[in-house]
């Protein structure tokens, strides 16, 4: 049980957000691939994901054990709902705070010694997670972000509504029961450690999530202890989900290798999860001038962004391209 404190003016600042961001999410469905008991609500988005997640994520699978604690994707990448603005915020995250973030984890002993270049600051290493989430957003989050995102605005609105007509009180006497309880001026959260945590005036951030499991988190930034926590608040439970936020988009649009050619189009699908010029020649037995032509063309359009790493480039699809793969899968 973890025993959150209020002040009178904790109360008065206490305020609601959208989301925890795209790499949170994104952590958090690797741990629901990995959890067997995962609630039904998420079946046919399991059977949606299934088997395309590659070796490409498993850097990030190796930073979400299935016992302790956790990464705060949050703290180290920000709140975001652009998975480019978090990978930057993760290549310019101060190394105290990724050893913060991971030095208590319960990692396999295969990943230790990699895990410890990663909090001695090594950028290959870093550029590792960067490209495994970017890979494990692509398959898990990106194909139904804007659904998702509709639907934690929803909750985000029910909140605020629940705040203007009773007040915060209100909000917290009705947020998240059984796994939440108000017995003022503390807020009782169901939760593995014992802990009593005394906001001192912060305030407190309540934000909806999607994939995470049925816990409520409390996470706060360990290197800036004068900013509000957050409160990760799961919104689905039982059987009543609407599967509609799982299904394949229909669509009678032209296929994607009409629309685009096929050799651009299998250069846009290759650059999901990021890919330098070389590797996309070398994926689809192309020439380097001819994926270079195809990554610019696709550039000039918006479907992709690039960005120099070191001496090469890195290739990367943008929310409008990804938007057009989902369009062109099947439904």
């Not at 930073?63 to 920000?78: E, F, K, N, Q, Y």
């Not at 290959?124 to 998702?148: D, K, N």
């Not at 796994?179 to 909806?208: K, Y």
């Not at 037995?285 to 918006?302: G, K, M, V």
Request: aromatic fraction near 4%; glycine fraction near 6%; include cysteine.
């Amino acid at each position: 049980m973890k025993r959150i404190h209020f002040t009178a003016e904790d109360l008065a600042r206490t305020r609601v957000a959208t989301t925890i961001g795209v790499a949170a999410e994104t952590f958090d469905t690797v741990k629901l691939l990995k959890d067997r008991n995962a609630s039904l609500v998420f079946r046919r988005w399991h059977l949606s994901v299934r088997g395309r997640v590659g070796q490409q994520a498993g850097p990030l699978a190796a930073l979400v054990p299935m016992r302790g604690p956790l990464i705060d994707a949050t703290s180290l990448m920000g709140d975001t709902a652009s998975i480019d603005e978090a990978v930057d915020n993760l290549m310019a995250a101060p190394r105290a705070l990724m050893r913060l973030e991971l030095e208590n984890l319960d990692l396999h002993p295969t990943h230790r010694s990699w895990a410890r270049n990663l909090m001695d600051g090594d950028r290959e290493t870093r550029r590792q997670v960067a490209t495994a989430l970017r890979a494990c957003h692509s398959v898990t989050v990106a194909p139904y972000w804007s659904r998702v995102r509709s639907h934690l605005s929803e909750v985000r609105a029910g909140y605020a509504s629940t705040m203007a007509d009773g007040g915060v009180e209100q909000l917290l006497t009705a947020l998240c029961g059984p796994l939440v309880r108000w017995r003022p001026p503390v807020l009782e959260v169901a939760h593995t450690h014992d802990a009593d945590v005394h906001l001192n005036g912060r305030g407190l951030v309540i934000a909806p999530t999607m994939f995470s499991t049925q816990q409520v988190n409390l996470l706060y930034p360990p290197l800036d202890p004068g900013r509000a926590p957050v409160l990760a608040v799961p919104t689905l439970s039982g059987t009543s989900l609407d599967t509609a936020l799982w299904e394949g988009a229909e669509s009678t649009a032209p296929s994607l290798d009409e629309l685009l050619g096929r050799t651009r189009a299998a250069v846009l699908r290759a650059a999901v999860g990021g890919c330098g010029t070389t590797e996309l020649a070398r994926r689809l037995h192309i020439s380097p001038a001819t994926a270079s032509h195809h990554a610019t063309t696709l550039r000039n359009a918006r479907l992709i962004s690039t960005r120099r790493e070191g001496k090469a480039v890195l290739h990367t699809v943008t929310s409008l391209g990804i938007a057009l793969l989902e369009q062109s899968l099947p439904a």
